[in-house]
Each structure stands twice: as C-alpha cells, then as structure tokens.
C-alpha cells in the first residue's frame, strides 16, 4: 500500500468513526455528538480564562455557546444515532464544567477572592455536583408521558446566571455585581437539589435559548 493509499483509508476510517454509531471494526467515541461537548466544556473554561483578563463580554459570549453545545450535542446524538453511555457521561462532566465551574470561579474572580462570596459560590458548584450524580443515577421522570426534571438542571442554573451577569453590567451597581451573582448561585443550590419538577420541552426551558440572542446583544453592548 503506498502512503497516499494508507492516508486515504485511514481518513475514510476516522469520518467513520466521525459520523456513525460504530467504527469498522468495533465502537469508537470519536463521534460529532461528543465532539460538540467537549466544546462545550472548553467554552466553559474559556470563559473563566477571559475573566481573569478582564474580557467579561467574552467570557458571557464562550458560556452562551456552551449552553448552544448543551442543547446541540443531544439533537446531534439522536440524529445520527451516536447516543452512548460514554456521551452521557462526558455530557455530565461537560455540565458541571461550564454551569457550575465556571459560574463559581468568575464569582471569585469577580469577587478578587472575598470569603462570603466564595463560599457560596463553592456551596453552588457542590451542590450542582451532588445533583449531576443523582440525575446520573436516576434520570427524568415521567409526568403526563412527558420526560421531567427532578431539580433544577443544572444547565438552567448556568443559563440564568449568564442572563442575570449580562443585565447587571448595565446596572448602577458595579461595585455589587459579584455579591448579587454569589447571592443568586447560593439561592440556586436547594433549587438543584430540590424536588421541583421541570418539563425538558416546557416554556421556561425554551425560553432559554429565545433570551440567548438579547444577552448576547447585552455582553457586548457599551456599559
């Protein structure tokens, strides 16, 4: 086989891999449905480096993305058919990344490290992590045959903290900014780990990702 040959297949081999559910010769993560969430994860960590160098409509416009991710990567999945327990897992760990992480340590950021706000801020991402394990284990419920969330996912939990950021940017308060946003993440903690039921295609998800273009006009528009 010459080497133009040997590249070609193994190019044929990775768009496999790429675009269906199981590579020739057994299963393979390398998939776009997963790809999409490690972008997402890296919009999570993007956004914590923007902060710390003082580009905060940056930092809102890389956690709008990976919010876009979130939703992308599962239309993705159940397009191609590449849903998987590696997906889900990596979905998780994505979640906790850019909705609870990042979220805590812009709060600190924000904050140049003041206990309080810290503190509740580390009391949010924690409990955003006892809630990814626990939907983790048991899941969606079903309510009317409509797939449910038990708790406040935590993406919602991140998208309403990037909505409220943006809005508070314009607000004559800018010395009291981190302490409203550590505030709001500590009030979002029993939220996630309560039992308040949420539809996954109900108004208050959708109208998420409608206030997305807003808040994005918002991040970037003169203080």
Same mark, same amino acid.
């Given at each position: +086989? ?23 010769? &057994?299963? #393979? ?25 003082? #580009? $905060? ?6 956690? +709008? ?8 990567? &599962? ?8 849903? #998987? ?34 503190? +509740? ?29 038990? &708790? ?5 939990? &991140? ?12 607000? %004559?308060?800018? $010395?009291?900014? %981190? ?45």
């Amino acid at each position: +086989m010459t080497a133009r040959a040997g590249w070609q297949a193994w190019l044929n081999h990775l768009l496999y891999a790429f675009a269906m559910d199981q590579e020739p010769s &057994g299963p #393979s993560n390398f998939r776009a449905a997963n790809l999409i969430t490690t972008a997402g994860a890296a919009c999570g960590l993007a956004a914590i480096v923007f902060v710390a160098r003082g #580009s $905060e409509a940056l930092a809102l416009s890389a956690l +709008m993305l990976a919010v876009l991710c979130d939703k992308l990567d &599962g239309l993705v999945a159940r397009k191609l058919k590449q849903s #998987s327990d590696f997906g889900r897992e990596l979905d998780s760990l994505a979640d906790a990344v850019s909705f609870l992480v990042a979220p805590a340590v812009i709060v600190v950021l924000l904050s140049d490290g003041q206990a309080l706000p810290c503190l +509740m801020a580390g009391i949010f991402a924690l409990a955003g992590l006892w809630r990814l394990a626990q939907f983790n284990l048991s899941g969606m419920v079903q309510e009317a045959e409509e797939p449910t969330f038990s &708790g406040l996912p935590t993406t919602i939990a &991140g998208a309403w903290f990037i909505l409220l950021w943006a809005g508070l940017r314009h607000a %004559p308060l800018t $010395e009291g900014i %981190p302490w409203v946003l550590a505030v709001f993440l500590l009030a979002m903690a029993p939220l996630m780990l309560s039992s308040l039921r949420i539809r996954k295609n109900g108004l208050l998800v959708k109208s998420l990702y409608v206030l997305l273009l807003p808040t994005l006009v918002a991040a970037w528009w003169p203080i």
